[in-house]
């Protein structure tokens, strides 16, 4: 799917919902333009403590307080605007990842690599045919 709202027009809330939920690792890449689910994904993210530091002045002197803040690691606007090139992965049981991709096609490899994709869609495309073409007998005509 290109966004998580294609997902929902194809299944539903419920049924989407239910297909993210079921998905033991999911991978997010740049583009993500739906400011719910860059916030989603933010907040399946998490936050982290950041430390504040505030000084105030009085008649006795100097005075410094640290207290320590929750924000979030990746906002929502920061997801929005990933570069190409980058996604989110997201494993059950680990925290999220951002992953620097690489083109397969400038890897060593990529021409078998080519050639196996280009096999698999050839054979895909065989048997969906064969599946919704009639089949002919030795005459030629439809069985």
Partial sequence: MQSYRQGQKVWGDAGMDAMWSASTIKVIGSGIDDPDFADKLSRLIGDHDVETTSTSMSESGKSTSVSMRQERILPADAIRALPKGTALAFATGMRAAM?????????????????????????ITHRALAKYTPHQDDYGTAA
């Fill in 99 to 123: 992953l620097d991709l690489r083109p397969w096609y400038l890897e060593p490899g990529a021409e078998e690599l080519s050639a196996a994709s280009d096999r698999a869609s050839k054979a």
